[in-house]
């Protein structure tokens, strides 16, 4: 089973988890359903990428009926054979991504877990 975790931004913020929390009911749900898939079956399930330009970066899409997730993982970057991180939340509209400098900043954030794993928590998917 991989495990996810989440980084910490530059205030200490869990970025992720509050951004989860502000989505609509059904994105949040939908999301958390495609974040079991990933923990159970791996990369290959639900992830889009590695992302042209950002090597180590994958999206999640979630094509929900209000808006389109893209949130932004890493494979590892510790152990990259069981565990994913969650960088960078990210949306979809109009085919460009929101916020724009998204992959920049979740590939920073990757490069601060890797000189510092203390930067990030383990996350747990909420169950139905």
Do not use: N
């Amino acid at each position: 089973m991989w495990e996810f975790f989440e980084c910490f931004d530059r205030r200490g913020q869990r970025e992720f988890s509050l951004w989860r929390l502000e989505l609509p009911r059904i994105e949040r749900a939908l999301l958390d359903e495609k974040m079991r898939m990933i923990q159970v079956f791996g990369q290959a399930s639900c992830l889009k990428g590695p992302i042209r330009g950002h090597r180590h970066l994958y999206k999640i899409r979630v094509q929900g009926p209000t808006v389109a997730l893209r949130p932004l993982l890493c494979r590892g970057p510790i152990r990259m054979d069981r565990e994913f991180t969650m960088l960078q939340q990210m949306t979809e509209v109009g085919g460009k991504d929101t916020p724009p400098g998204a992959k920049s900043e979740a590939d920073r954030c990757r490069s601060e877990i890797i000189r510092d794993p203390s930067r990030r928590v383990r996350y747990e998917v909420p169950q139905p």
